[in-house]
């Protein structure tokens, strides 16, 4: 089976770089104009881009053995002491006493060895008289300056256990969290620089909820945790997460601590740990539950934090410039960056088949069996290969629509990013609230997403219209372009109603029968309930967002 997959990879990657090259030399529309020129070489870099991503994703995941290191064994006495971060600014009492009771529960054959501190960069009086209550250490500083990375490094002083465990408020630590982690930096590999465990959730996450179909699809972050972090270990890029994870003081301290210049601390402090020499593992055994964000607001405010921190990852830390890492390696984070450009590369798609609908701009200059012949056999191979190897733990489809939604927010603030007018504001994200009518921020991204399906629909219909009345006149219109962007609009419209689904979905209750982690793989029958649930009452929703 490895060779079969394998096989079907090389020749997938073949027929890839066929149809690259035969897009450049054949399907530009070099005798039409400059502006169609321009327009096509456009797509055809996105295209380009496209087929890198898959080649490294593919480098990731196709021979890999995607299951945890073992668990070195180890001597109760050779347990060493450890120091528990609570990263905290304006949680409330509740959550941070379930967090240290839960953190003070966790196994360790010398329980004295743990040492339980509560960062808190809010300086607050009645949380330091709760961890005075609950007995466990309190510090503070006086300024927020370097946000969470300063608030780690200002904690770092004050402590002096070989290894610290961090959390985030809200994540609440199995008992077996410790056990599960610490064995790694005693094992063989003596210059393990971090251990990270997955992040998972009491309640469903946005998507589940606002489309009514947590029995149906896994939390959209599962795939990452459970497959695409474990094949990172192979070559060392595994990614710090920021919480449920544990790190080597020793390798904090060759990198001067955790890494300030970016909102996204943890990517840049894993990355410059393996760039010193020191090894990232992940694992994906669930070490501590969280609560999904639920609010439309707050969820836009998360994902525009990672996205803009990756991009200060790059500016900042010029990964090329990583003289530890290897090419591979540099590849792999460049490739992680890169992700967060899917917000302009998936507006482009929107925008490109409108070129031709409306303004009659051709951007595929070429006989549409010709075309087929090239494309769709490296197309099809390409999708059964994805199936194959991932099992339905991700789906293509659902990777599109979570994508589509975020576009209209990800593409404006990757731009301003990288043109420097950028936030470096680290804001926490609430994860305990959920607006029943719609922010001045929902509002924006519903307009978003309602202004580019009235355009695409609109576009669809006037190009039918008018593709039927010079249908025996003009063979232009029946040319490959013609056909190509009908197919090409349908899919926007189908992609741009889901997100305008989820923007109108005013869904705020937990079912009461939900359970965490319950699903690993999509349902084939998911994408259908997507309208279906539209009419659907819930039976079953007794548990109110908090």
Known sequence: MKFLKELLYSFTIILTIAYIVFRIGFTLPVTIGPVAVIFSVIVLLLEIWDAIDFTVYYMNILGVDRKNKALPK???EDYPDVDVFVATINENEKVLATTIEA???MKYPDKKKVHIYICDDGNRKNIKELTEKLEVNYITRLSNKDAKAGNYNNALKKTKSPYIATFDADMIPTEDFLMKTIPYFLGEDKKVGFVQLPQSFKNPDIFQLRFKLADKIPFEQDYFYRQIQLSKNDINTAINCGTNLVLSREALNSIDGFARNTITEDIATGMLMENAGYTGIAIDEVGAHGNNVNDVTSFIKQRSRWARGCIQVAKNYKISKQRGLSFRQKLEYKSCISYWFYGIRRMLYMLAPLLFTVF??????CDLRIFLAVWLPAYLIKRFLIDLTEGHHRSSTWNKIYETILTPVLCKEVLKELLGFGSTKFEVT?????NKKMTRTHKKLFVSHFILLAISIAALVYSIIRGQGAF???SYFNSMTFNLSL?????NIFYLTCAVIFDLSNRTKIPEDFV???LEKYKRSSIPFIFINIFRRDK???KETK
């Not at 009659?360 to 200059?365: A, F, N, Q, R």
């Not at 609430?430 to 959920?434: A, F, G, I, L």
Request: charged share 30%; aromatic share 12%; net charge positive.
């Open 487 to 491: 197919i090409w609009l349908a899919s």
């Open 360 to 365: 009659g701009v051709i951007i595929i200059d």
């Open 74 to 76: 180890i001597k109760d």
């Open 516 to 518: 965490p982690n319950k």
């Open 472 to 474: 025996y006149f003009d």
């Open 540 to 542: 079953k929703e007794a």
């Open 103 to 105: 953190c003070k529960n």
């Open 430 to 434: 609430p994860k305990y609230s959920v």
